[in-house]
């Protein structure tokens, strides 16, 4: 049935995609008539007053976020500093082997001379916890962080940055939880490959709690959805904003341009997702901290040369904050903008991160539910308030921007800001775009085939045909009007929020199990340490 499915998907797609009878935008058009109802049912805006609507699912992830914090007793907080050290590697030795078979009991393992053996990989896993971040971070850190914040500030004005922080410590512990269970309930094929995220502990979990029809049609659901996320939100769009700026950075007027931009952008993306998360980690770990780097030093030579504007800014944020400076919705219109930007910014909640966390090596589900909790704080609290910050400094005489009046070209309004201290650095964000597009597409090829496999079976035959499809759909990203196609995909993104969210909710005392697991090995290790026994981690 499944290899009936997969040849039947694999033959029609491509004819749906090019169904359109004479030019993209009539196929936008059909496109919109089949599938708007979807779009306007997980985007639907819930109305409490004549002013104030706020997205349901905007709820359900905020919701999901506060309960997580409460009940895990505030770890976006309590655990910062330990994650910080995971992935330093300070723990890898308890990881690998285990806190009792290290540290338990000291002369046993001097006697029988563990050190030998902190070489084996045996460990399920594929990599690091930093290359699992990093691998995470690359689809989340991106375009919104440069051009969503923009437009958040254009509506909400600078008070929706206070929101956003928010929205990204809450965050933290939606990325705690939801990515302890996907390496609690992986799967690791015989040749060693890891296969996990919400579709397999939503089947395993609810199975445990004798809840397994529910599971299983929660995870079916939810691979639906993730495969056709990757093929929109986490590809076409990707590949045609970078397609945009490459051709605007160029002046290049040919109609094809983009097919051309596109059909590169498909090789270099095949050269690293043929290899498989392996490959996709040892990329990401690169590009990500060097992207984000460039971003991050740029504002930081703004923020240095308008120093003393800093304080002013931070007062226009905290005021507008709590009263909406005029802005049309005032208070409650401000708070929504920035959650909504925030928590669509690190996609906490949503359960495509999980998919990537899934394949660090460690015999402890929760320290990489820990070393996770760092991404919305990275990606939000971080790198979106530096834009934040970077565009109200600028744009204090309101050179360039009104607060209250939408805009659509975020993009454009950040490198506006970005010039105004540093010239021509619109050039090097063009190529910070890309960039970001480019590790976007790598991880959300990883994200949609975890899917694919889960519906379609797993084989070397299963991952081709997904891959050639998702290269297939980069060139169709670089190169139509997307409108509607884009709708569409973002709410498929965001409708994963719904199983996975009532998932990790139903779970959560096995992730509070795990927690208190991987504390109490951390603890055995620091006693030991403290009785004078030698750390280990520096032999492996």
Avoid at 371 to 383: G, H, K, M, Q, R
Avoid at 390 to 419: C, H, Q, R, S
Avoid at 451 to 463: A, E, I, N
Wanted: aromatic share 14%.
């Amino acid at each position: 049935m499944k290899r009936y499915l997969l040849s039947l998907f694999t033959l029609v797609f491509p004819f749906i995609t090019f169904a359109q009878e004479s030019t993209s935008e009539k196929f936008d058009r059909v496109f919109k008539e089949y599938t708007g109802w979807f779009v306007e049912g997980i985007f639907y805006e819930i109305p409490f007053s004549e002013d104030y609507h706020i997205p349901w699912v905007l709820i359900v992830l905020i919701g999901g976020a506060l309960f997580f914090t409460f009940y895990f007793k505030f770890i976006n907080f309590t655990g910062f500093r330990t994650a910080l050290l995971v992935v330093k590697g300070k723990y890898e030795d308890i990881e690998k082997h285990g806190a009792d078979t290290l540290y338990g009991d000291v002369t046993h393992n001097e006697e029988h001379n563990i050190i030998e053996t902190l070489r084996d990989d045996s460990v399920h896993g594929e990599v690091s916890h930093f290359q699992a971040l990093t691998a995470a971070l690359s689809a989340t850190v991106g375009l919104g962080n440069i051009a969503g914040v923009a437009v958040a500030l254009s509506i909400g004005g600078p008070g929706a940055t206070f929101w956003m922080i928010v929205a990204g410590l809450l965050g933290m512990a939606s990325k705690f939880a939801e990515c302890t269970l996907g390496v609690k309930y992986r799967d690791v094929g015989e040749d060693g490959t890891v296969y996990g995220g919400p579709m397999y502990y939503l089947t395993k979990g609810f199975a445990e709690k004798g809840m397994k029809p529910l599971g299983k049609v929660l995870a079916v659901i939810f691979a639906i959805f993730v495969v056709g996320g990757s093929f929109g939100g986490g590809n076409m769009f990707q590949a045609n904003q970078a397609a945009a700026q490459f051709t605007k950075l160029f002046n290049l007027q040919s109609d094809n341009a983009g097919m051309y931009f596109g059909f590169i952008m498909a090789a270099l993306v095949a050269v690293v997702i043929i290899g498989g998360i392996k490959r996709i980690a040892s990329v990401t770990e690169k590009v990500v901290p060097f992207m984000a780097g460039i971003y991050v030093l740029a504002s930081l030579i703004i923020l240095g040369a308008n120093w003393h504007l800093i304080d002013d800014a931070f007062g226009l944020i905290y005021e507008g904050a709590f009263s909406g400076l005029g802005i049309a919705g005032g208070l409650v219109g401000v708070m929504i903008q920035g959650i909504r930007r925030g928590a669509f910014s690190n996609e906490a909640g949503v359960g495509s991160a999980a998919i990537a966390h899934s394949a660090v090596r460690t015999k402890y589900p929760a320290s990489e539910g820990i070393v996770a909790l760092l991404e919305p704080f990275v990606d939000t609290v971080v790198i979106c308030t530096m834009t934040a910050l970077v565009i109200v400094i600028t744009n204090f005489d309101g050179a360039f921007m009104e607060y209250g009046v939408p805009i659509k070209e975020g993009v454009e309004l950040t490198a506006t800001a970005f010039d105004s201290v540093i010239p021509h650095f619109s050039i090097i964000l063009t190529i910070a775009v890309i960039l970001f597009a480019f590790s976007t597409m790598v991880s959300w090829s990883y994200y949609g085939m975890q899917g694919w496999v889960f519906l379609f079976g797993k084989g070397k035959k299963t991952d081709l045909i997904y891959k050639i499809l998702f290269l297939f759909f980069v060139i169709v990203g670089s190169s139509i009007s997307l409108g509607a196609v884009i709708d569409f995909s973002d709410a498929m993104i965001f409708a994963m929020v719904v199983p996975n969210i009532i998932g990790v909710v139903v779970l959560s005392p096995i992730i509070r199990k795990e927690l208190k697991k991987y504390m109490r090995a951390i603890t055995v290790k620091e006693d030991a340490l403290e009785e004078g026994a030698e750390d280990l981690t520096k032999h492996m």
